[in-house]
């Protein structure tokens, strides 16, 4: 595949070394210094860059018919409006706040925790979730997408990030030296404590899930996550 890189920080490098490792060419790399022109060889524009560029970069993609991975965080309050772009330009569009594949079991075991729990009120549900010292947002996209699969299956009806209330599941994030991303729920009693941990060691899982979302949506038409391509029925 030909690739293009929106954003080349910590993530596009990541990509751009295991891209190159699996044959495939990086024929454009954009970055907040350059204009988002000269796309048009490029089979899929992978983006992991900032909340303020996403949205606009993604759209001059469907623009040029290009099909977009994207991992960038912090941008979803637009979603329904790159969703309507990608329909009215027949575009190809992949979102996922965590493309790893160890991420993405960990969703499906979540949710069924979840609805297991939801039975339980004597449990009270927590998220933490550890980054690095450089991450823009809080709470992660991850933990927020824990969240909302959580509030999907039971009597919660948001998620707070400090301090939350009755009726909100409460997030916790933490900023330390050099963490790839941890992310663990917990269900707690006055009896005994249930928790689930995802701990990633370094970002070749990000990278690597997203390439195989890119391989996976060439010569397919539409708006697709990490269940399309890992094949996950739940
Ligand atoms: N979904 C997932 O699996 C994962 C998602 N992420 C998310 O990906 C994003 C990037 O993470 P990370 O690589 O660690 O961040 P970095 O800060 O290391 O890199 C961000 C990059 O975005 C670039 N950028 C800034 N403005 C623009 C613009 N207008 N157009 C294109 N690129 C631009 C920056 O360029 P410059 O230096 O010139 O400003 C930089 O190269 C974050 O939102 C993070 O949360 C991270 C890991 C996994
Ligand atoms: O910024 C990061 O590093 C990460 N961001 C994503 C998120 O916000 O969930 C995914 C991963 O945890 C790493």
Redesign the pocket.
Known sequence: MKIAL?????????IEKLAVEKGHQIVAV?????Q?SKLSNADVAI????????V??IERCFEQQIPVV??????LKDFDKVLKSCQNRNGSFI??????VG?NLFFELNQKLAQLMAKHNEYKVSLEEI??T????AP???AISLANDIIAQSNYTNWKLNGAAQGEIPINALRLEDV??THTITYQSSIDTISIKHE?HS?E???L??LLAAEWLQNKKGVFTMKDVLGIQS
């Not at 929106?6 to 990541?14: A, N, S, V």
């Not at 450089?134 to 947002?137: G, I, R, S, Y």
């Open positions: 929106l954003g080349y920080g910590k993530m596009g490098k990541t954009i970055t907040g210094k350059e988002l983006d992991f860059s900032v909340p303020e560029a996403a606009v970069n994207s991992g960038t965080t912090g941008w979102y996922a706040s965590n493309f790893s991420v980054h690095h450089q991450k823009l947002d992660s996209g991850t790839k991303g990633a970002r899982g990000f990278a899930g997203a």
